[in-house]
């Protein structure tokens, strides 16, 4: 099991940086989409509220996140809905992400702890959650078409899924991994090592999101191969900046990761906007 210590990771201020980003930006945008809501005496308003509680209760009892991290999710929710509201939402990726991802991080526990790299039992922390789906909310801000913000979105999730499943399930199943600029073998959990299965399980993670975009949100099969394309990119690029940068002490996990999920949001956008509707 992970060691906790009361002294600050390296480049802790990479992630609280993220916070300070994702945090205020989602906070501001959903006040504008409230007044304006309230305005029109919009029901979208009840329908937020009343699914955050339940995203957080669940998140919650799960003891998937600690309490800062619930409330960062919480704002993800909100942006999401209320960018997509209805049927036809993101949070159907989210949620899809969500399963998948928690249900690989628990699966094989007592092997993970054995090689000390199981996830700490409170859960993700807030920059953790800010890192993995703070691109997913800033993508919502309208400063694109619909249908290429929705790209984006669900872009953006598909690679944090890929991320999690190839990292979480590779640690039980690929054995020893390689890094991805060398492939030459090293320690499990070592930051830019890869495995066959664990790159397997994080591909197929990515399909399967991009299936849920594509049946929410009605895409064609270049749409669907867009997000599915993008977050494996995503995928790789995570592990190439794990390898380098981070390895160097250049950047730490959670900014690998954003920067990772950024990559994949903007290129299914450029994508997207190339395809049209």
């Known amino acids: ?9 390296p480049l802790y ?10 945090v205020p930006v989602c906070c501001i945008w959903i006040f504008f989409q409230t007044v304006e809501a309230w305005e029109r005496r919009d029901p979208v308003l009840v329908q937020t509220a009343g699914i955050c509680i339940f995203f957080g209760l669940a998140v919650w009892i799960a003891r998937a996140g600690t309490v800062p991290a619930i409330f960062t999710g919480v704002l993800v929710t909100a942006c999401l809905y209320l960018r997509f509201p ?12 969500l399963t998948l991802t928690l249900a690989a991080t628990r699966f094989g526990r007592k092997h993970k702890e054995k090689l000390g790299v199981a996830e700490r039992p409170s859960g993700r922390s807030a920059a953790q959650v800010a890192a993995n789906l703070g691109v997913a909310a800033l993508a919502c801000i309208p400063a694109h078409a619909p249908w290429v913000a929705a790209a984006g979105v669900c872009a953006a999730l598909s690679e944090s899924t890929a991320d999690t499943l190839s990292s979480e399930l590779g640690q039980v199943f690929g054995g020893r991994p390689r890094l991805m600029t060398t492939f030459r073998p090293v320690a499990t959990g070592t930051d830019g090592g890869i495995t066959l299965a664990g790159t397997a399980c994080g591909c197929l993670g990515a399909a399967t999101i991009a299936a849920v975009s594509a049946w929410t949100f009605h895409f064609d099969l270049k ?3 867009n997000v599915f394309s993008c977050g494996v990119l995503g995928l790789f690029l995570d592990s190439l900046l794990g390898a380098t940068l981070e390895r160097r002490g250049l950047l730490n996990n959670d900014a690998v990761n954003f920067l990772s999920t950024l990559a994949s949001a903007l290129c299914a956008e450029r994508i997207a906007g190339l395809l049209g509707r």
């Open 86 to 97: 209805g049927r036809e939402t993101a949070l159907w990726c989210l949620v899809a992400m």
């Open 223 to 225: 749409s669907g191969i």
């Open 13 to 22: 201020w990479q992630s609280q940086l993220l916070l300070l980003i994702v």
């Open 1 to 9: 099991m992970r060691q906790e210590t009361r002294f600050r990771p």
